[in-house]
């Protein structure tokens, strides 16, 4: 039998995770060295809500014997609201909005969690909100930012500054080509970590119904 609690515990890894992959979609713009082609992927990835884009999750942890897949869609409609639909393996509904997360599996009971006891999702949902309007300096205070690669190929470290984050989530990197992300990995304080693939990727899906995380990693790498 399931352990709720653990369930839940994982649900919000998940949730963190979709959430940070959808969050940093427009992080090129942000850690890209020439003020050119900064501008350049901002204005080439900056959106207007509603946006929606599909992901798939795959969670590595070390309490699993295989790897945890999970996929759906994620919507953002303005300001703080935002919302996570998995559909496969499992259906769950998860939104952020009025300053609180809730999420419900299937027709179950809807759990409630205040966003301000988890600060690593709030500050995430904060970068977002920054990258889109062009603020810079707000992704800033809670992420030390470094990039490689060109606009064509580009790979993106976020290191945590703020010691609630560092709790959470030791770095988060970032995949990409031109205007568009591909994946991103959670690296967790504790060492599980996570790969979501994001847009077009996530719509070719996975290559094994456990990948490898190494596997995963060179596909996410490759052309």
């Not at 205040?114 to 810079?136: C, H, I, K, S, Y």
């Not at 719509?203 to 456990?210: F, I, K, V, W, Y």
């Amino acid at each position: 039998m399931h352990n709720p609690r653990w369930m839940q515990r994982c649900s919000m890894h998940a949730f963190r995770s979709a959430l940070a992959a959808f969050a940093l979609t427009a992080t090129a713009a942000v850690a890209t060295a020439a003020p050119g082609l900064a501008e350049s992927l901002l204005a080439g990835m900056a959106k207007a809500p509603p946006v929606s884009t599909p992901f798939v999750l795959v969670s590595y942890r070390g309490v699993l014997d295989r790897p945890l897949v999970v996929s759906g869609n994620l919507r953002w409609l303005g300001g703080d609201n935002m919302e996570r639909d998995i559909a496969k393996p499992f259906r769950e509904t998860a939104k952020i909005a009025d300053g609180t997360i809730t999420v419900q599996r299937g027709n179950g009971e809807v759990q409630r969690i205040p966003l301000a006891r988890a600060p690593q999702t709030n500050a995430m949902l904060a970068g977002f909100r920054a990258l889109l309007g062009g603020d810079v300096s707000a992704l800033q205070k809670d992420f030390t930012l470094a990039a490689q690669g060109s606009e064509a190929r580009w790979v993106i470290t976020l290191t945590p500054r703020t010691d609630s984050i560092k709790r959470q989530v030791a770095s988060l990197v970032i995949d990409g080509r031109n205007h568009e992300p591909r994946c991103l990995t959670m690296m967790d304080a504790n060492g599980d970590s996570s790969i979501t693939l994001v847009g077009a990727m996530a719509e070719q899906g996975l290559r094994s119904a456990a990948p490898l995380e190494s596997a995963l990693a060179a596909r996410c790498r490759n052309p």
